[in-house]
């Protein structure tokens, strides 16, 4: 397991740092994502990610890292195990849970809130940390759509735009939104470093058990191809422990998993055969406007531009993906 990035991430081959000094023409930025992101067919490389063939016949047929706003799958509060986001797929703008409590309820240090269904096995888990002397604390939790904006944009005023995607999600696409993903630091750190929280007891703590808690790491080491985003070893998500364990069991990131399981074309029509009720509706938004056309030109609007408000770029940029 190793870090990408000494301090903060960094900004990704030279060619993304391009990007970054913004403004740039739409075909200049899709040349440049396709590059980044590996759009262009062969599965995007990274130091570690196997590239093509291997034990997980899923990814053949995972979608590349396309950036779109297509509206997830399942999208209702009820749906926060199955949720599936990417650079492609997102929560509508007005997602937001209703049950949020501060991660002090779990008798977590650091700040933020979870939805309450969180809080048992959040608990059950810094507990065990502690026990082990390698408590945790909570550097972030839920993060709205607007929150998510400005620290996407804070990012992509470091990093550019192409080096902001793999490290932060733009606004609508990011697991903080569900209320349900925590960036964790070693308890007792006031650093505002990411890297090389795998180091630390607390990080391989959380490597070797948050599953058994209910937590999967969403973008392991070695994953970019598969995940779109680089190593984050901090960043945890609860998806419940019988599907955190089977995630575990796949050998596969949350991601493919969650495609395989609900997403993909095969599953959708096996479960067409098999009507699963009213479940799948609508939620607030209707469907945009997704081209299908596999073109990766960027998405106007959402995670571009510099609205965000320079009063919380200081706190964004201590937040990720
Ligand atoms: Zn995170």
Not at 4 to 11: A, K, S
Not at 88 to 101: Q, S
Not at 178 to 199: N, P, Q, V, Y
Not at 270 to 286: I, N
């Amino acid at each position: 397991m190793t870090s990408q990035g000494p301090t903060t991430p960094d900004g990704g081959p030279v060619r993304s740092r391009r990007s970054a000094r913004g403004r740039v023409t739409a075909v200049a930025f899709s040349t440049v994502l396709a590059l980044a992101l590996g759009l262009s067919g062969a599965p995007a490389a990274t130091a570690h990610a196997p590239t093509t063939g291997g034990a997980v016949v899923v990814g053949k047929k995972l979608p590349k890292c396309r950036v779109d706003d297509k509206l997830t799958r399942f999208r209702k509060l009820k749906h926060w195990d199955k949720t599936l986001l990417d650079h492609t797929l997102r929560l509508p703008k007005a997602y937001a849970p209703k049950d949020l409590v501060p991660v002090s309820r779990a008798g977590v240090a650091g700040s933020g809130s979870v939805r309450k269904l969180v809080v048992k096995d959040l608990r059950a888990m810094a507990k065990a940390a502690k026990k082990a002397r390698s408590a945790f604390a909570v550097r972030s939790a839920y993060r709205s759509y607007a929150t998510q904006r400005a620290t996407f944009a804070s990012w992509q005023r470091k990093l550019g735009y192409a080096g902001a995607l793999k490290a932060s999600a733009r606004a609508g696409h990011s697991e903080h939104q569900l209320g349900t993903a925590i960036d964790l630091r070693a308890a007792g750190s006031t650093s505002s470093r990411f890297a090389g929280f795998e180091k630390t007891r607390a990080g391989t703590w959380v490597a070797k058990h948050a599953w058994k808690y209910g937590f999967v790491i969403s973008y392991p080491a070695g994953t970019t191809a598969k995940t779109c985003y680089k190593f984050e070893p901090w960043h945890l998500r609860y998806v419940g422990k019988n599907t955190a364990k089977a995630v575990r069991k796949s050998g596969l990131t949350l991601r493919e998993y969650l495609w395989r399981t609900h997403e993909s074309p095969k599953t959708r029509a096996k479960q067409r055969r098999k009507p699963r009720g009213s479940d799948a509706g609508r939620e607030t938004e209707t469907a945009p406007t997704s081209i299908s056309t596999g073109a990766s030109l960027p998405r106007r609007g959402v995670g571009q531009g510099r609205w965000a408000a320079t009063s919380r770029s200081k706190s964004s940029m201590l937040e990720r993906s």
